[in-house]
Nanobody, 121 residues
């Protein structure tokens, strides 16, 4: 079984910063892509940023230049540094990891429980 545990969410004023962390644990052979997604009330879940095991990154246009994704492969942890936060960044942020648990099953996606980020004016 694989678990993803997120931390770092909270309430921040517009223009402020937050850093999210997500650590994978359990029976893990390898992790490919890790990423952050978010879901605001009444909206669909959307991609925020992803990072491969080699460090290649991808960002949603709405967060480019403000958010930075990084990872520590040894710690099985992905981070999201969020700066210049806006009220429209308010959402539940979910971590996702593409994980192989053995050599036979292939990779599959696992999700964290989510962490609330609220940006006030």
């Amino acid at each position: 079984q694989v678990q993803l545990a997120e931390s770092g969410g909270g309430l921040v004023q517009a223009g402020g910063s937050l850093r999210l962390s997500c650590t994978a644990s359990g029976s893990i052979l390898s992790i490919n892509v890790m990423g952050w997604y978010r879901q605001a009330p009444g909206k669909q879940r959307e991609l925020v940023a992803t990072i491969t095991s080699g460090g290649s990154t991808n960002y949603a246009d709405s967060v480019k230049g403000r958010f930075t994704i990084s990872r520590d492969n040894a710690k099985k942890t992905v981070y999201l540094q969020m700066s210049s936060l806006k009220p429209e960044d308010t959402a539940v942020y979910y971590c996702k990891a593409d994980v192989a648990i053995d050599r036979y099953s292939g990779f599959r996606d696992y999700w964290g429980q989510g962490t609330q980020v609220t940006v006030s004016l």
